[in-house]
């Protein structure tokens, strides 16, 4: 369904060229649930807004493909891309309270969604306009509120005209889900839907996100930090550090035998009630400015813990170690 090649995305700044996105290559099957996990500024975020040209500026996509069901998304018009928004490829927001808008009804805010790419069509034609208009905004009602009632919004008549402000934190993430769901898209991207949520709530959002990906045959791209959250979640993970993918392959063998030392890294931090009382694992260092990148070499070097010289010198590409297994370090090469 959807293949990223050779992905670039910089930002232009007065410290110089950030290399948001360096150079990644992903691909996702239909009905799959891909984890795409990391660091804080690893770029998993603007790889989704990348998908959607949605980029902010001064960011700017440099190079690359971006393959929806065989047609390059970065060649579409800026009208294309507009009807492909929100209808065939929907996005999850990190933020619910920032993303819905605080003077409208929650409900209004899932019907425009419905409005914007003409899903509700009515069958009476009428003799007046107003009459055809009338007909529309009924089934639209009843579809948002089918929508709300669906991801577990109760009282969804009522709820209707509440605004954002009168929703809790996992209320409000269900409207958003509502909106991404209310076309019925092929691919959602979530980006980290549950880090603002308590462990109750997290747990709702991620059996409905499973619910729509069985049911519906959704295929997700679901980001995330927490990768206990992605190996429950996901079928395959991707992992990614400044700005690359490191390693990628399916959840089981990320999981329980990972290649790359970053991924262990990120493993060994995770704390774990049965371990006997120890200091918490962090990994050495902190994570490189993307605007000084080094042309060639490993960027986890300096704080990789099996490092050699080679890795400082060495351009390292993505290596198939098994089937479907990636590795980026030059104890594969």
């Not at 990190?94 to 899932?110: C, R, S, W």
């Not at 306009?129 to 929508?147: I, Q």
Request: net charge neutral; glycine share 8%; with cysteine.
């Amino acid at each position: 369904m959807l293949e990223i090649r050779n992905l670039k995305v910089v930002f232009q700044t007065d410290r110089g060229v950030v290399k948001a996105v360096n150079g990644i290559d992903l691909s996702l099957e239909r009905g799959k649930i891909l984890g795409l996990v990391g660091e804080s500024g690893s770029g998993k975020s603007m790889t989704l807004l990348s998908i959607l040209r949605l980029v902010p500026y001064p960011g700017k996509i440099v190079e690359g493909e971006i393959l929806f069901e065989g047609e390059d998304l970065l060649k579409k018009s800026a009208s294309q891309m507009r009807e492909i928004r929100g209808k065939d490829i929907a996005m999850i927001f990190q933020d619910p309270m920032t993303t819905l808008n605080p003077v409208f009804p929650v409900g209004e805010q899932i019907r425009e969604s419905l409005r914007v790419h003409n899903i509700i069509k009515p069958e009476k034609e009428g003799i007046l306009g107003f009459l055809r208009e009338r007909d529309r905004r009924k089934k639209e009602y009843e579809k948002v509120v089918e929508l709300m009632e669906k991801v577990g919004i109760s009282y969804p008549e009522k709820r209707y005209f509440s605004y954002p402000h009168q929703f809790s934190g996992g209320m409000q993430q269900r409207a958003i889900i509502a909106i991404a769901l209310s076309c019925n898209p092929k691919l959602l991207l979530a980006d980290e839907p549950t880090t603002a949520l308590d462990v109750t709530i997290q747990a709702q959002i991620l059996d409905l996100l499973r619910q729509i990906n069985e049911v519906n045959g959704t295929s997700i791209i679901f980001v995330t930090h927490d990768l206990a959250v992605a190996a429950e979640f996901c079928d395959e993970i991707a992992v990614m550090y400044a700005g690359q993918i490191v390693e990628k392959g399916p959840v089981d063998k990320v999981i329980e035998e990972p290649k790359h030392p970053y991924t262990k890294g990120l493993l060994r931090s995770i704390p774990k009630i049965t371990r006997k009382k120890e200091k918490l694992y962090a990994i050495p260092g902190n994570v490189p400015d993307l605007a000084f990148l080094p042309p060639y070499g490993c960027p986890f070097y300096e704080r990789c813990e099996e490092a050699v010289e080679e890795c400082k010198e060495a351009t390292i590409p993505l290596i198939e170690v098994s089937d479907g297994e990636f590795v980026r370090c030059i104890k594969y090469l």
